[in-house]
């Protein structure tokens, strides 16, 4: 079998964004979950640039005109994500770090479902079968974390639920903002779409911090190192992110993409010293199951 370079793509993405949370979750024991969501953007703004220009072949002047479709796609998507990531952090705050990341894990039955029905995604049957497979997954390990099913609607749940959404139509406008160029390269589409939305998401968490926390840029510049690395994993993650979902459905996309929980659960085992459980395990089969399937569709 041929691995599609879409695949590729999700698997880097999947690691890189696991390593990013894990990253976040150690500033915010410094920073408020807001400074927190800046370092991602401050920081990887560069690495962003850098990538932009190194896909246009180093010719910033080729870039294509920037239409209204793109413009207004590109900012719903940004803003999108600020309010995602920031109910992400404040979900890690109140559940231990596999937990946090099983709630948002219900974007990829809502990238579904919102794409099939107001982005023209066509699923296949097939495809349906894998997303209900890897969701089955982690409802599985999100219940053997919780102590049952019962205790899962809380306030972790509707924080989870919340990002699930924000990050589900963040991943369909963005595909939507790169592909309204119309350009059969989706490296240099999907590098001017991401330059687009993290200088933009830069720009309105810096002022947001700026007005409600002043004190914490003064922080976060102190906070240099892991800064530094929440921005390289994070711009990594969301090139991979991007590219993949240029060329491909989104919600397949986010459905590969749920390897990243494998990746989450292996930094919970090794650094937080966090131990699965045998529901945890069987959840983790029916993802790599779910993975499979969706490949071989």
């Keep these: 079998m041929i691995v599609e370079s879409w695949v590729l793509w999700t698997i880097l993405a999947s690691f890189m964004q696991a390593v990013r949370t894990a990253g976040q979750k150690q500033l915010t024991t410094n920073v408020t979950p807001l400074a927190a969501t800046l370092a991602r953007y ?8 850098v990538w932009l220009w190194f896909t246009s072949d180093g010719q910033l002047s080729a870039l294509p005109d920037l239409n209204l479709n793109f413009l207004v796609s590109g900012l719903i998507a940004g803003v999108l994500q600020i309010l995602a990531t920031l109910l992400l952090i404040r979900l890690l705050g109140l559940r231990n770090f596999a937990v946090g990341s099983t709630y948002v894990k219900t974007e990829i039955l809502l990238t579904a479902i919102l794409g099939f029905t107001f982005f023209a995604e066509q699923i296949t049957l097939m495809g349906f079968a894998a997303i209900v497979i890897c969701v089955v997954g982690l409802i599985l390990i999100s219940v053997s974390k919780s102590g049952g099913l019962a205790s899962l609607w809380n306030q972790s749940a509707i924080y989870g639920l919340a990002a699930g959404l924000c990050f589900s139509l963040t ?3 963005l595909r939507r903002a790169s592909l309204s160029f119309g350009i059969d390269d989706a490296m240099f589409t999907a590098s001017i779409t991401l330059a687009y939305m ?3 998401q830069c720009c309105i968490t810096f002022v947001w911090v700026r007005l409600q926390q002043p004190g914490q840029i ?5 906070l240099w190192k892991p800064g530094f690395f929440i921005g390289v994993t994070s711009v990594a ?3 991979g992110w991007f590219t993949a979902m240029t060329l491909e459905f989104a ?6 993409g749920q390897l990243e929980f494998l990746f989450t ?5 090794l650094y937080f010293r966090e131990r699965p459980t045998p529901m945890e395990f069987m959840g983790m089969g029916l993802i790599i199951f779910g993975a499979v399937i969706l490949l071989l569709t």
Excluded: C, D, E, H
Aim: without cysteine.
């Design 42 to 49: 401050l920081y990887g703004v560069p690495f962003v640039l």
């Design 171 to 173: 991943s369909l406008f």
């Design 198 to 200: 993290v200088t933009l």
């Design 218 to 222: 003064t922080k976060l510049l102190k």
């Design 237 to 239: 993650g969301s090139i």
């Design 251 to 256: 919600s397949y996309v986010k459905t590969l």
């Design 265 to 269: 659960l292996a930094i919970s085992i």
